[in-house]
């Protein structure tokens, strides 16, 4: 037995009185009940029992350890009751992690509808465009865009993000529509600076066959806020999720152009380190993402 059982079998031993009532309360044998008492002894280096054949009695030692015995076996008890409680209703602090753009267009929306649901849950929302370790700055859901999962963390997929080829009206007045990839080598090109390949797009023809664009342009930038308004001001063309820029193509700020070329299959996924014990908080946040993401 673990220590923490021996204790509970010496508790219950001190409160009746006697080893055989109390192996009958705690449906094991009389022996079991002895060499759990023998175990405790022995560890504390202290004789906790005066045993004679008509009478049981603690000693002082025995009396202490009750006393603290049955106070920590009662904290213990709370304690496994509120974790108990943590994993049936959704409460708590949950700290969840994004990249800017996404969290801004995507989560900060739905917050309202989340709080309104779930009240006894606390939300810690960082935004932050570099990847971040989750278990290292313990974190309890990544929300990430990607065309790929991470192996060492549980994914769930959200929702699906066709990539946009846009510019504005004006820049496209002055400097004509781009027919194919190749033309994008004669227009400002405005790119993102953290991208591994940030003057390269990978761009999938309309007969399936995958081909590299080169880009170039004047502006770089590792914010896709920055970015996209500097589309929108006729700046040059930019290259983005369908989420972060549908609403501009639909009131015309935006146009979308080669629209028969697509990029890669990026998709929004949440990711947490583990299934096991999922944490109610957890597991309500990701099936509420589900539910409101999967209608992009």
């Given at each position: 037995?673990?220590?923490?059982?021996?204790?509970?079998?010496?508790?219950?031993?001190?409160?009746?009185?006697?080893?055989?009532?109390?192996?009958?309360?705690?449906?094991?044998?009389?022996?079991?009940?002895?060499?759990?008492?023998?175990?405790?002894e022995k560890r504390?280096?202290?004789?906790?029992?005066?045993?004679?054949?008509?009478?049981?009695?603690?000693?002082?030692?025995?009396?202490?350890?009750?006393?603290?015995?049955?106070?920590?076996?009662?904290?213990?008890?709370?304690?496994?009751?509120?974790?108990?409680?943590?994993?049936?209703?959704?409460?708590?602090?949950?700290?969840?992690?994004?990249?800017t753009y996404l969290?801004?267009?995507?989560?900060?929306?739905?917050?309202?509808?989340?709080?309104?649901?779930?009240?006894?849950?606390?939300?810690?929302?960082?935004?932050?465009?570099?990847?971040?370790?989750?278990?290292?700055?313990?974190?309890?859901?990544?929300?990430?865009?990607?065309?790929?999962?991470?192996?060492?963390?549980?994914?769930?997929?959200?929702?699906?993000?066709?990539?946009?080829?846009?510019?504005?009206?004006?820049?496209?007045?002055?400097?004509?529509?781009?027919?194919?990839?190749?033309?994008?080598?004669?227009?400002?090109?405005?790119?993102?600076?953290?991208?591994?390949?940030?003057?390269?797009?990978?761009?999938?023809?309309?007969?399936?066959?995958?081909?590299?664009?080169?880009?170039?342009?004047?502006?770089?930038?590792?914010?896709?806020?920055?970015?996209?308004?500097?589309?929108?001001?006729?700046?040059?063309?930019?290259?983005?999720?369908?989420?972060?820029?549908?609403?501009?193509i639909a009131d015309?700020?935006?146009?979308?152009?080669?629209?028969?070329?697509?990029?890669?299959?990026?998709?929004?996924?949440?990711?947490?380190?583990?299934?096991?014990?999922?944490?109610?908080?957890?597991?309500?946040?990701?099936?509420?993402?589900?539910?409101?993401?999967?209608?992009?």
């Open positions: 037995m673990d220590p923490i059982t021996d204790i509970a079998v010496f508790v219950r031993v001190a409160e009746l009185g006697s080893f055989t009532r109390a192996a009958d309360a705690l449906e094991i044998s009389k022996a079991a009940v002895s060499k759990s008492i023998g175990r405790l504390l280096g202290a004789r906790l029992l005066h045993r004679t054949t008509r009478k049981l009695t603690l000693t002082e030692a025995g009396d202490t350890f009750f006393r603290r015995g049955v106070a920590a076996l009662a904290e213990l008890n709370d304690a496994q009751q509120e974790i108990s409680q943590l994993s049936q209703t959704p409460r708590g602090l949950l700290r969840v992690t994004a990249p969290g801004s267009v995507t989560l900060a929306p739905l917050l309202h509808e989340f709080q309104k649901r779930y009240p006894e849950v606390s939300l810690d929302l960082n935004l932050n465009d570099q990847r971040v370790d989750l278990v290292q700055e313990r974190f309890d859901v990544g929300v990430r865009i990607s065309t790929m999962t991470d192996s060492g963390l549980v994914s769930r997929r959200l929702a699906s993000c066709p990539i946009r080829i846009v510019a504005s009206p004006d820049y496209l007045k002055r400097h004509g529509t781009p027919k194919l990839p190749a033309d994008l080598r004669q227009h400002d090109c405005l790119t993102y600076s953290v991208s591994r390949t940030p003057n390269e797009w990978r761009l999938r023809a309309p007969n399936g066959r995958w081909v590299t664009a080169e880009v170039k342009g004047r502006i770089r930038c590792n914010n896709d806020f920055v970015i996209k308004q500097a589309a929108i001001d006729g700046l040059g063309i930019a290259f983005f999720p369908s989420f972060f820029v549908d609403r501009e015309g700020r935006l146009v979308q152009v080669l629209k028969g070329y697509d990029g890669p299959s990026f998709f929004i996924q949440a990711v947490y380190p583990t299934r096991r014990h999922l944490p109610s908080k957890v597991r309500v946040f990701v099936d509420f993402l589900v539910e409101h993401l999967g209608k992009i």
